[in-house]
């Protein structure tokens, strides 16, 4: 039955390629609208860059305005404070009542139900710029008076937690990006380079290669971290960390791209093109690189996430970004206790917007690996 069903498939495929003459692009792009998977992680991928891009048009609080510190989520609500029907959203902000909590005599905090905020779409709000270029304050979602909306609550200093997970998309995604390109631009032409010449420089290349890899991270990253000073600023301190996670990277890509060097050397085109008297650039460039770069774009989705999550976990130890600057992995290390965590669970938020992150490029890459391959 199953054969039956995979021959049904390669029929339809073979009809589909007898339409006309598709670019590998098109027949990929078709292969990949057929899983679900794969089309579910681009959405997500897409939506994740928009959210990062217009950070500040999507956050419905100024990231580095303070509040009542730990005050929990304010709820959408389309009742009253009686209990009646209301047509337009509201949400009731949190404000310090009379009472004291009797083990932390903190005053308790809860619902101001005098004082309803209205809700719409495409609102003002606080004052950003848009490409870092145009003032605006346009806002998705938010208050029509624009006061600014905690829907997931605030932190220690009062700072509204969903706009700061929104705004540190921009350097988690960025960390990610950046470190995915230059592991993907390093360790794709070392593997071709000794992967084609062979001998005695791959015997060499590859011993380098297998001394990066066999580095402990975690406490390199950590004896490095005491390297840079706490008054260092804080650009040089994320170019620190996007240098030592690309130099550590690197290596595994070069061993895979390696791999596949090796078998398409041997190929009739490649030798034939040796004959002819091709240089040595354009055999690797223009012959043996086309064919191990649909590896190279599945491997670069899969990497991705990868590095999200180690930046997630060396910011909750402190290593990641400094403030200023937001990240998810910064805004993780609130949850370093347990009491902190019970008190407030909604402080977890980045958690969510990593996993959220992870299964994205993950699903991504899952869908291409299966459209890139016919096999």
């Known amino acids: 039955m199953q054969m039956h069903v995979q021959s049904r498939a390669h029929v339809a495929e073979v009809i589909d390629n007898k ?65 009646n029907f209301a047509l337009r959203p509201r949400t009731y902000p949190i404000a310090e009542t009379e009472e004291l909590d009797p083990v932390t005599f903190q005053p308790i905090v809860g619902p101001d139900y005098d004082n309803p905020r209205l809700l719409g779409f495409f609102v003002r709000g606080f004052e950003y710029r848009l490409f870092g270029i145009i003032p605006t304050d346009r806002h998705f979602f938010g208050t029509l008076d624009g006061k600014p909306v905690h ?8 700072r509204d937690v969903l706009s700061r997970a929104i705004y540190g998309s921009r350097i988690s995604l960025m960390i990610a990006l950046i470190v995915v390109f230059i592991v993907t631009v390093v360790g794709t032409t070392v593997g071709l380079v000794s992967g084609y010449f062979g001998g005695r420089f791959d015997s060499w290349t590859q011993r380098f290669v297998e001394l990066v890899l066999a580095f402990p991270q975690l406490p390199l990253y950590l004896a490095l971290s005491s390297l840079i000073p706490v008054t260092a600023p804080t650009n040089v301190f994320l170019a620190f960390v996007i240098i030592v996670m690309s130099a550590l990277g690197w290596a595994q890509m070069s061993r895979e791209v390696r791999g596949k060097t090796l078998a398409l050397a041997r190929i009739e085109y490649v030798r034939a093109a040796m004959a002819v008297g091709a240089t040595d ?30 930046e997630s976990f060396l910011g909750f130890l402190g290593f990641a970004v400094k403030p200023p600057l937001i990240s998810w992995g910064l805004m993780l290390q609130d949850t ?38 016919p096999y």
């Open 151 to 158: 829907f997931l609550g605030t932190d220690k200093f009062g």
């Open 19 to 83: 339409r006309g003459n598709e670019s590998y692009i098109a027949l990929v792009w078709r292969r990949l609208k057929r899983s679900w998977t794969g089309m579910t992680g681009l959405v997500l991928v897409c939506l994740l860059l928009v959210m990062a891009i217009f950070a500040g048009f999507f956050a419905p609080a100024d990231p580095k305005q303070t509040d009542i510190g730990f005050a929990p989520p304010e709820a959408v609500r389309f009742f009253d404070k009686d209990g």
């Open 336 to 373: 370093a206790t347990y009491s902190v965590i019970g008190s407030y669970p909604w402080i977890l938020t980045p958690v969510a917007f990593v996993l959220l992150t992870v299964f994205a490029f993950n699903a991504l890459g899952d869908g291409l690996r299966d459209a890139v391959d």
């Open 281 to 310: 650039r354009r055999i690797i460039f223009q012959h043996i690189f086309p064919n191990v770069l649909s590896h190279v774009i599945v491997a670069v989705t899969l990497a991705i996430p990868h590095v999200v999550l180690l």
